[in-house]
């Protein structure tokens, strides 16, 4: 089955810093991911996807994710992240009409 | 457009009773998938529905099921209720595809006492 894990638990940054998030999926063939988000007492949001052709996909509020086939990566990123981009971040494959979800990362932006 | 919407927003109940969660998915959306996250499980998947057919299912007990409207709107019923129920209950909808994005709603949370 297809299946997504994330390495990083607690991120803890300052603003202005730059954010990556990793992204490893298990699934060799032709693969879709995303990336959601879950703000604090918000509902979770799909931030970018990935389905084929360009493997740098851009998204909302100024986050990207480069999909790299050779190692099996789907790393999240963004130059320069605010306050407001603290949030729980979750990388998800689609199989079979569910979602296979990672086990999210928390990310805590210090002003 | 309006989201999905789920009702109530919060439950709390007992040991041993049953309990129904309401779903209600944006308009033109057929499937509706539920998922349950806890800070030590993180998102785990529970059933997709399609016009009123189950399509998938995971890896939860029998006390867990659900069903399907004519209207796509959705309820999930937990019985015998256990304290590791406890947790917040997350409903989906999407057009249907196999690999469409889905869109959640805020959730029902879930206090088992």
């Known amino acids: 089955a297809q299946s997504v894990s994330q390495h990083n638990h607690h991120v803890i940054l300052s603003e202005a810093a730059s954010l990556e998030l990793g992204c490893n999926y298990s699934y060799g063939g032709t693969v879709n991911l995303f990336w959601y988000v879950q703000y604090p007492g918000q509902h979770l949001q799909l931030l970018l996807k990935?389905?084929?052709?360009?493997?740098l996909v851009k998204g909302i509020k100024g986050f990207e994710a480069e999909f790299i086939k050779s190692k099996f990566s789907f790393n999240l990123r963004k130059p320069s992240v605010q306050w407001s981009d603290t949030a729980e971040y979750f990388c998800a494959v689609p199989a079979d009409y569910k979602l296979s979800f990672g086990a999210g990362t928390t990310v805590t932006v210090r002003a | 457009k309006a989201g999905v919407t789920q009702t109530p927003r919060y439950l709390i109940k007992t040991r041993g009773q049953q309990v129904t969660l309401s779903c209600s998915p944006i308009?033109?959306?057929?499937?509706v998938s539920w998922y349950q996250q806890t800070p030590g499980q993180g998102l785990q998947f529970l059933f997709e529905y399609f016009s009123e057919t189950q399509r998938n299912k995971g890896n939860f007990p029998g006390r867990f099921s659900g069903r399907q409207f004519s209207n796509s709107r959705s309820e999930m019923n937990v019985s015998t209720l256990e304290l590791g129920d406890s947790a917040l209950y997350l409903c989906a909808s999407s057009p249907g595809q196999v690999d469409s994005p889905l869109h959640f709603g805020n959730g029902t949370r879930l206090t088992v006492t």
């Open positions: 308009s033109g959306h057929r499937s």
């Open positions: 990935y389905f084929s052709g360009d493997p």
